[in-house]
């Protein structure tokens, strides 16, 4: 039975619950160990495949760089991923196992980072994001990477990734465990952090623009918060509503955290979800 959306009685609510509605690592008991592993695992491979990191995109920063892990075959497809957050904490190292499936299964793979909150607004990232991508499009045949772009993101970085769906040089997308309606993040404590303007969240929440005429899977696991289910079958709703090509994929048996190691093997079920939207992009 799919779990009621606190946000329906989020009036009533106290600041405790508000917080807790968003707050992944609390919500799943063994956060620290799925972290420490996720954090080893990409220690591990950036390790092993380091030709070609820390690239930089764009003039800001040392976070606003890229980590490259092209694929053998230089016609091949690239995912660009984008780690998540909040928007306000981890880094492209962090998250260097993503790229084990999709290199496993032929794929390369772009991870660039970004700025982050409170130093960065949310519209500073999304910006630094399509600087990200414009910069992957023009030097990417330099690096080893011919083939198409498709965006995903984990967490805050599905927002990014649903967003930028639109870029001229993105084909498809696949969007995990996002939040999609930035509005009530701006009653919780993230906001802390991000000090969202109305300005933003009417203009940078996927929920409430236009969406992009590609293709994107939405996929979430079944043990993630409410608020993130909830968001992730609205975005595929209205996207549905518009006639605009798309798949939902729930992950059975997945919390927010426990879906990631599903990009770390060539048969895992978000690497093949990568793979199927080519075949519609």
Known sequence: MLPEDPRRRWSSLDQAARDAAYDNNAAVADSVRWIEQRNRDSAAYRSAHG????????NISERTAFDLYPSANKSAPCLVFLHGGYWQRNSRETFACVAEGPNAAGWSVAIPGYSL????????IVAEIGRAIDWLAAHKREHGIGGPLVIAGWSAGAQLAAFHLGHPDVVAG????GVYDL???RETGLNNALRLSETEIETLSPLRLVPA????????GDEELPALVHDSLKLF???QAQGVTGTILPVAGANHFSILPEFQKADGVLVKAVIELLSHA
């Open 51 to 58: 030709a070609k990191l820390d690239l930089p995109y764009a």
């Open 117 to 124: 909150a409170p130093q960065a607004s949310l519209a500073d």
């Open 174 to 177: 696949l969007a995990v465990s």
């Open 183 to 185: 509005a009530p993040l």
């Open 213 to 220: 005429a590609k293709p994107l899977t939405i996929a979430y």
């Open 237 to 239: 709703a209205m996207r």
